[in-house]
Structures are given as structure tokens and as C-alpha cells.
């Protein structure tokens, strides 16, 4: 394996930094290392570099520079969101989120449910989509926060945030949204929704890892998670991150610029991949909304193998780096409870492989995987006893 290339379709899980962020990024690792919280001239600099950060991403998500606090990553914004509402939503205490969510989200409730917060978990269809009635039922005058993602990091299906904010709204509630996975792929203009909070990570758009964004909304009620200094006025403590802010600047800078390209770019490889894997290796399916899901993301269900044995033999057979899920869970043997939830079959739920892909991936890459795929899939089957068995019918 040294000597192939890696062909890396994972990035829902991370990206790769480009390389006009890393240099933007430079200058304050060396030259310009003032700390911008300081009163002095060489501070200027640092300062003023936040500053731009700060108006690039409230013009890529459509909102107002003074609604973006810089945090650590998604996780910690997500719960600095839901933790904020429930401090500040006096008399509620209830949350309501989804079965599909990230482990950021779902680990957090489970925590705060053993603090006696109720929490609901909304169930899902067979293509990974809310049943809208059901929203409506759980929502009422307990309802402290209402969180559910933009986007689903396992299969690429999107939720309708616009209108579950509406609802949350109209029952007295907060909405928060993790869109992790959705900035830059699907078109969001903040100011013209009732979002109250929204969580981004940069390392999913290449941008450094170690830097994400809280948008707030102006005026939503909000407690800080992290007490102590004045950074990010007084709503978030501790000594900016400069160079990672720059570089998250620098990536939605390029996001501005050729977000479009890049959306058609992606879908296009994704498309491809899909009608060739369809096509050669038979007994497979892609999972959750073909009409609703991210431009990049493919979740492929291989019938009858395991989709651990298809990612071992791609990347040892021919360099490639795809996922079965959530990176945050990669060191599980359990079936993904997003696709749990969806109700996959047994003999599908443990054989899905997740491929996304970049502006980096290339017609080539895809060439890679589709020579690659119907030899690893007959290598699994003939190996496995529910391959031959299907075969012999």
C-alpha cells in the first residue's frame, strides 16, 4: 500500500487545509503573534485579522458580524447553544432533537437526562426524514430548545431548519441547528430565518482544525459556557485562537468566491461513483433522501458483507479512504444508530460505507474506486456464508 496514492473520500469526517488558508495563516504563527486583546500598536494587526474573520463568516451564513462568536469547534458550540437555553428559558426544561443526530448532540442530551431533563428524540423514516406531525406533537410550552441538524453527517440528508425554527417559535421555544456538515454545500441566509443558534466547524471546510462558530442570534437570550475573560464580548472566555480564526476567514473567503463551482463539482463526482457502484456490484442501494441530501455525500449499502472488511480492503488493495459513519464513533463495532433509526434491514444495516467528497477529489479518484469496488465486493461475498447463500438462489 506505501506506493499507492491516497484517494481520500472522507471528508464528512475532515478535509484537507487548503493551501491559501495555511498561507493566510502564516504571517500570525511568526510575525504578527500579538495578543489582540492588548492595548498596544503590535496588537493592531492581530486584531484587525479577527475582525475580517468575523465579517467573511457572517457574509458566507447570512447574518451580522456581531452575531458570530468563535469557539473551539462544533462540539463545544453546540453545547454552549443547548446548555445557554436551558439556563435561560425559565420554567422549560424540556429539549427535542432527533434520533439521527451527531454523537455532539445526542451524548450531551443523554448526559443532561440524568440531570432530570426530558429529552425527546424524534424518530425518523426509512429515507432519514422527520415526520412533520410528529414534530408538532413534541413541541409545546415545556420545550426549552429544540435542536436538530442541517444536515446528516452519515447519510447527507437535509432537515427543513427554516420551518422547525418557525415551529419552535410559535410554541415559545429556542432552535438551534448543527450545520456542521451543511456550510458551504447548502445555500443559508441567516437574517431571513427565526434560527437562534447555529454550530460550524472549520476543519470540515478546509479550515484548521481546532476553530468552529456559534451564531447567535441578536437578542437570543444566552449564557455563556465559558466564564472568565472579555474575549468575544464577554460571550465567550479565553485568548482568541488568532491563527485559526484567520485561516476559518481565509476558507469562507474561498467558499464567497466559488462555492457554486464547487457544489456541482462534488455532486457531479458523487454522481458518478454512485451509477458505476450501482451498476457493477449488485445487491447494493444508497441510503437515506436521493432528492434531499448534501452535493457531496454517498451512503452506500453493500448487502450481505461488512462494511468494516470493504473500507480495510480499500484503502489496503488501492489507497482509499472512505468511512462507515460518524468519525467520532469509528472505533465502534455497532451498526450506526443513524441508519438504526432509519430501519435498515439486518443484512444492509452492518455492510454501508459513507464516501464524501471535496474540491480536491478528481474524475480520476472516482476512476479508482469504481476499478476497485466489484472486486472487493465479490472477494467479501464469495467469502461470506449470506453472499453465497444469496447467490444460490
Known amino acids: 500500500m506505501p506506493d499507492k496514492k491516497i484517494i481520500y473520500v472522507d471528508n464528512n469526517a475532515t478535509t ?20 489582540p486583546s492588548s492595548t498596544y500598536p503590535f496588537s493592531k494587526k492581530p486584531a484587525d485579522g479577527i475582525r475580517s474573520a468575523r465579517k467573511s463568516m457572517a457574509e458566507l451564513l447570512g447574518c451580522d458580524p456581531a452575531e458570530i462568536i468563535f469557539t473551539s469547534c462544533g462540539s463545544e458550540s453546540d453545547n454552549t447553544a443547548i446548555r445557554s437555553a436551558l439556563a435561560t428559558q425559565s420554567g422549560r426544561k424540556k429539549i427535542v432533537t432527533t434520533a439521527v443526530e451527531h454523537p455532539a448532540i445526542l451524548n450531551l442530551c443523554r448526559n ?11 424518530g425518523v423514516d426509512s429515507k432519514g426524514r422527520l415526520n412533520m406531525d410528529e414534530v408538532h406533537a413534541a413541541i409545546d410550552e415545556d420545550t426549552a430548545i429544540v435542536s436538530v441538524m442541517h444536515a446528516n453527517n452519515e447519510t447527507g440528508t437535509i432537515f427543513p431548519i427554516v420551518e422547525l425554527a418557525e415551529i419552535a417559535h410559535q410554541n415559545g421555544a429556542l432552535f438551534h441547528t448543527d450545520a456542521v456538515q451543511s456550510v458551504g454545500k447548502v ?27 456559534l451564531y447567535r442570534r441578536r437578542n437570543t437570550p444566552y449564557k455563556p459556557l465559558l466564564i472568565g475573560g472579555h474575549q468575544e464580548r464577554a460571550q465567550r472566555a479565553g485568548t482568541e485562537n488568532v491563527t485559526n480564526i484567520i485561516g476559518l476567514g481565509k476558507a469562507a473567503d ?20 454512485e451509477q458505476g457502484i450501482l451498476a457493477s456490484c449488485p445487491d447494493t442501494f444508497v441510503n437515506g433522501d436521493l432528492e434531499n441530501r448534501l452535493p457531496g455525500t454517498s451512503n452506500i449499502a453493500f448487502q450481505y458483507i461488512e462494511g468494516e472488511a470493504i473500507l480495510l480492503h480499500l484503502y489496503h488493495d488501492a489507497g482509499i ?51 476497485a469496488m466489484p472486486k472487493i465486493v465479490k472477494t467479501l461475498r464469495d467469502l461470506s456464508p449470506f453472499g453465497r447463500m444469496n447467490e444460490s438462489k
Open 16 to 35: 484537507q487545509m487548503a493551501p491559501e488558508v495555511l498561507d493566510a495563516m502564516m504571517p500570525f504563527m511568526t510575525e504578527y503573534y500579538g495578543n
Open 112 to 122: 443532561l437526562e440524568k440531570q432530570g431533563f426530558p429529552v425527546v428524540y424524534l
Open 187 to 213: 445555500p443559508i441566509c441567516l437574517r431571513e430565518t427565526k434560527i437562534d443558534f447555529l454550530s460550524l466547524s472549520g476543519h470540515k471546510f478546509h479550515a484548521p482544525k481546532g476553530v468552529g462558530v
Open 254 to 273: 474561498l467558499l464567497l468566491a466559488g462555492a457554486t463551482q464547487e457544489i456541482a463539482h462534488i455532486r457531479k463526482l458523487r454522481d458518478r461513483m
Open 321 to 371: 479512504c472512505a468511512s462507515s459513519g460518524s468519525a467520532c464513533t469509528s472505533d465502534s463495532l455497532e451498526a450506526s444508530h443513524v441508519l438504526q433509526a432509519m430501519g435498515l434491514p439486518f443484512q444492509s444495516l452492518h455492510g454501508s460505507v459513507r464516501f464524501s467528497f471535496s474540491r480536491y477529489n478528481t474524475e480520476e479518484d472516482v476512476d479508482v474506486i469504481l476499478a
